[in-house]
T-cell receptor
Framework: ETGVTQSPTHLIKTRGQQVTLRCSSQ?????VSWYQQALGQGPQFIFQ???????GRGNFPPRFSGLQFPNYSSELNVNALELDDSALYLC??????????????FGSGTRLTVV | KQEVTQIPAALSVPEGENLVLNCSFT??????LQWFRQDPGKGLTSLLL?????REQTSGRLNASLDKSSGRSTLYIAASQPGDSATYLC????????????FGRGTQLTVWP
């Protein structure tokens, strides 16, 4: 399987609820990052996982958490949803350079609406 | 902190024109720079990747240049087509192979027939 796949594609949740978003990284990619893109804005870095360990975090509160599994797929969990969490959530995978250079491959995103 | 700025924010042109989209960044300690295309409500499609040691990359009608010392990149689109209509995002990776991406807000391009 090639490419990054995300599920679900759309989701509507109520304020205060919890949500889990899923991402399957491109074959062979061991680094997964999550980004939040509000309407009209560029994507903002949430966190990154490398070989199942969190490897960097942006300016997001602890209610945003994640996991990476041995097959390099990943989950993003958001607790106590707020209206401002409404956004497109993007997953990206990559292979750290080892003498050769790689960019990030992004999935199609999950559109989360909090009402 | 890395800041990425894209100019113009929006561009509307007739089909056939050659276009230049601009991207600037404040910290020159980057690992690479990537240009993406985003269609409305969709994910990001990678167009071109330029390593910090490179000056430009080309793919079809697209050419991207990088001047790391001045913190600038340009995306040149030749002979624009209505199918090129989308938002174009510039992203820089911090100076490591595991570095995060910093994005600009994008340039929204409309090419009309």
């Amino acid at each position: 399987e090639t490419g990054v796949t995300q599920s679900p594609t759309h989701l509507i949740k109520t304020r205060g609820q919890q949500v889990t978003l899923r991402c399957s990284s491109q074959s062979g990619h061991n680094t997964v990052s999550w980004y939040q893109q509000a309407l009209g804005q560029g994507p903002q870095f949430i966190f990154q996982y490398y070989r199942e360990e969190e490897n960097g975090r942006g300016n997001f509160p602890p209610r945003f958490s994640g996991l990476q599994f041995p097959n390099y797929s990943s989950e993003l969990n958001v607790n106590a949803l707020e209206l401002d969490d409404s956004a497109l959530y993007l997953c990206a995978s990559s292979i750290p350079g080892q003498g050769s250079e790689y960019g990030y491959t992004f999935g199609s995103g999950t559109r989360l609406t909090v009402v | 902190k890395q800041e990425v700025t894209q100019i113009p924010a929006a561009l509307s042109v007739p089909e056939g024109e050659n276009l230049v989209l601009n991207c600037s960044f404040t910290d020159s300690a980057i690992y690479n720079l990537q240009w993406f295309r985003q269609d409305p409500g969709k994910g990001l499609t990678s167009l071109l990747l330029i390593q910090s040691s490179q000056r430009e990359q080309t793919s079809g009608r697209l050419n991207a240049s990088l001047d790391k010392s001045s913190g600038r990149s340009t995306l040149y689109i030749a002979a624009s087509q209505p199918g090129d209509s989308a938002t174009y995002l510039c992203a820089v990776r911090r100076g490591s192979t595991l570095g995060r991406l910093y994005f600009g807000r994008g340039t929204q391009l409309t090419v009309w027939p």
